[in-house]
């Protein structure tokens, strides 16, 4: 299996700019390196957004992500925490 590449958004937007300047999405993805459907993905959760508002999704996915596993484990410690008092000693 090939490695999987990580492309900054400042590549992502302006793979995603070349298209509204008129080439192909064929000849786009042979340039970047990556497949079609890879680009109409980013088009659909960049599309039309600046390298800066692209900067600000990921921190905030990033956020949610490190939020959601903070609840996550709270859940699992509140559990054993019940479990533990139902005990009886």
Known sequence: MAKQKRYTPEQITR???QQEG???VAE??????ICEQ???RWKSKYGGMGVSEVHRLKALEDENRRLKQL???????IQALKVALDQKY
């Open 38 to 40: 890879t680009f109409y």
């Open 71 to 77: 609840v996550g484990e709270q859940a699992l410690d």
């Open 22 to 24: 008129g080439l192909k």
């Open 15 to 17: 793979v995603l700019k």
């Open 28 to 33: 786009i993805c042979r340039q970047a390196g």
